[in-house]
């Protein structure tokens, strides 16, 4: 069964539905225990990184998602804000991040010229890399995001997929049985219903089977 982290920040309820739609049983919990019943874990987020960080240590999960993830190597979806969590910090606010990658955020700063605004709230098409899990083999695939900041990471190893704006920016991560996107998969009509089946199905004899890697 699909846990959904319930964490006071995003919309678990639409991802929930999402996936009750595509066939595929799923529950929101905001409890330890729960969560390391999960098959898989999606974690949500919108709004600010401070207050998301700070209610993920409030709420105790942290040690139970970590005990999931690298213990048990349930694979782990982490959606929008949820993505940026996974890395260090933020050029957004002061808190740490989970720290599971070695990625920072930073404000999207678009060339003037281009004239491309900030937060960019759309449809793009993403380029997956060769090697990226979470993607069809489509030509075309257009997600849905909403955001302000992107991720930077240390490691091109760790990049799954971008997009173009301006520049290349990070849409997709992956490492072991750890996996990010910052658009929103709930949102994105066929395209996210099947980034879900796929996390769903290419991790669960694989990945979920062996701890991730070690931090």
Not at 43 to 55: I, Q, S, Y
């Amino acid at each position: 069964m699909i846990a959904i982290v319930d964490y006071g920040v995003g919309n678990p309820g639409a991802l929930m539905n999402m996936l009750e739609f595509i066939g595929y049983e799923a529950f929101i919990t905001g409890e330890q225990e729960t969560i390391l019943r999960g098959s898989h874990l999606l974690l949500p987020g919108v709004g600010a990184f401070d207050t998301a960080m700070r209610n993920l240590r409030t709420s105790a999960l942290i040690g139970s998602l970590e005990k999931a993830v690298f213990d048990r190597g349930i694979p782990l979806l982490g959606i929008c804000l949820g993505m940026q969590l996974l890395g260090r910090r933020s050029e957004e606010g002061l808190a740490q991040g989970l720290g599971w990658l070695d990625a920072d955020c930073v404000k999207m700063r678009p060339r003037s010229e281009l004239r491309l605004k900030v937060p960019f709230m759309g449809w793009a098409e993403v380029e997956p890399t060769r090697n990226a899990t979470l993607f069809s083999e489509e030509q075309k695939q257009r997600f849905y995001f909403s955001h302000s900041y992107k991720m930077q990471c240390d490691s091109e190893d760790d990049v799954a997929a971008t997009y173009e704006f301006g520049e290349p920016v990070v849409c997709s991560v992956q490492r072991g049985n750890i996996f990010g996107v910052q658009f929103h998969p709930e949102k994105s009509h066929r395209f996210g219903m099947t980034l879900l089946r796929n996390f769903i199905q290419r991790t669960s004899n694989e990945t979920a089977h062996h701890p991730s890697f070690a931090r």
